[in-house]
């Protein structure tokens, strides 16, 4: 199982969810946030400016990692290499679903 959080600006996560649908990966949330990024000053010089940012958070099991990071990138399309997207995997030791009672794979 894997956590794959990817940070975006907020105008692509439409795009986003609807790649990561056609592949049938649907749970997922999102999330807004703030971060710096770099941008040009009067004078030429570069100073930290706050901007508007979105998180998702999916979690997969491991059989469906490479198709969601890859349908992240192809969403993104023109746009990757922006300094303000990320995408990180992390492993998932453990999942649960509370009303279920059911942990491991099966729960994500």
Known sequence: MRLIVAVLKPSQVEVVRQSLASVHVTRLTICDAQG???APSAGGQF???LVQQSVVEIAVNDDFVDRTVDMIAAALGSDRGD????LFVMPIDDAVQIYREVRGPEAV
């Not at 300094?83 to 990320?86: A, G, P, T, Y």
């Open 36 to 38: 710096y990024d770099f």
């Open 47 to 49: 100073q930290q400016a």
């Open 83 to 86: 300094l303000d997207e990320r």
